[in-house]
Nanobody, 126 residues
């Protein structure tokens, strides 16, 4: 059974850092998946944060460029989202997603991803 489990969320002050992890299991040839991070704030739609493809190419939404870094460790079947210089507007539930496709460019819409984690809360206080 395919499963994604996020961890690492929590409460942090503005300017602080967090590293989220996403552990994948049950994904056949998971090293070829595109792995994405999305977030959803209360009352808002789920939005793209960033993604990493099978070539380790990374893509970021403008909101996180220069502050967020995505990486993956295929040996551990884990993807990471390092978030620095956090702002109160980064407060949201963060979701990991996996796309069963070899992509040259990672897609940025939720409908393009096949599997989702349960989410982890990130709260940034001012």
């Amino acid at each position: 059974q395919e499963q994604l489990v996020e961890s690492g969320g929590g409460l942090v002050q503005a300017g602080g850092s967090l590293r989220l992890s996403c552990a994948a299991s049950g994904l056949i040839s998971s090293s070829r998946y595109t792995m994405g991070w999305f977030r959803q704030a209360p009352g808002k739609e789920r939005e793209f944060v960033g993604a990493i493809n099978w070539r380790f190419s990374t893509y970021y939404a403008d909101s996180g460029k220069g502050r967020f870094t995505i990486s993956r460790d295929n040996a551990k079947n884990t993807v990471y989202l390092q978030m620095n210089s956090l702002k109160p507007e980064d407060t949201a539930v963060y979701y990991c997603a996996a796309r069963r496709s070899i992509d040259a460019v990672a897609p940025t819409t939720t409908r393009d991803y096949n599997y989702w984690g349960q989410g982890t809360q990130v709260t940034v206080s001012s």
